[in-house]
């Protein structure tokens, strides 16, 4: 069981550069949300979606995009990366649409924007 | 804004003891779960309780919800030295697909 993949590990971005913060779950879960978590902040919610093709904002949405056009994966994209972003990313799935069943983590994606 | 704030912040106790943290917050909820994150790794669920309950155990954890005064606390009975982590609630809402976290308290356990 692989439950919530996420790519890359670690990753370090130059000021303005993109990329794309990859996110599998092979648990044919509905729900799979993007958060972020600084020291002293907790998570907070960048995006999330409830099934294929539908896609909503969350708390700090400004400076990220999201797609989900299987059930499996929900890519995160930093379009011009800011040293605001450098923060760990998490991914997380639950099965259904209604939040009444618990989110599976992935291990995150620690980012360092210079 | 986050919804849920946990208090302490930070807390160590001795093994064997037995730790409580306690979790605010602001609006009205549907759900209410815990979660604990190890050092470096993602959070992992622990408990669900849901607003029209107010007690629930899972072995060593006991969780109450009192929506009156919108809180709940978390309590771990005979703590062990695996239990040191950071424990983080969240709430969700009616209608609302989003859930929220708390700010989180770090819990050490001295062996």
């Known amino acids: 069981n692989a439950g919530v993949t996420q790519t890359p590990k670690f990753q370090v971005l130059k000021t303005g550069q993109s990329m794309t913060l990859q996110c599998a779950q092979d648990m044919n879960h509905e729900y799979m949300s993007w958060y972020r978590q600084d020291p002293g902040m907790g998570l907070r919610l960048i995006h999330y979606?409830?099934?294929?093709?539908?896609?909503d904002q969350g708390e700090v949405p400004n400076g990220y995009n999201v797609s989900r056009s299987t059930t499996e994966d929900f890519p995160l994209r930093l379009l011009s990366a800011a040293p605001s972003q450098t923060s760990v990313y998490f991914c997380a799935s639950s099965y259904g649409q209604l939040l009444n069943s618990p989110l599976h983590f992935g291990n995150g994606t620690r980012l360092t924007v210079t | 804004s986050q919804q849920g704030e946990e208090d302490p912040q930070a807390l160590s106790i001795q093994e064997g003891e037995n730790a409580t943290m306690n979790c605010s917050y602001k609006?009205?909820?549907?759900?209410l779960q815990w979660y604990r994150q190890n050092s470096g790794r993602g959070l992992v669920h622990l408990i669900l309780?849901?607003?029209?309950?107010r007690e629930k155990h899972s072995g060593r954890l006991r969780v109450t919800l009192d929506t009156s005064k919108k809180s709940s606390s978390l309590l771990i009975t005979a703590s062990r030295a695996a239990d040191t982590a950071s424990y983080f609630c969240?709430?969700?809402?009616?209608?609302?697909?989003?859930?929220?976290f708390g700010t989180g308290t770090r819990l050490t356990i001295i062996p």
């Open positions: 969240a709430t969700d809402s009616f209608g609302n697909e989003k859930l929220t």
């Open positions: 609006t009205s909820i549907n759900n």
């Open positions: 309780i849901r607003s029209n309950e």
């Open positions: 979606s409830v099934g294929a093709g539908i896609t």
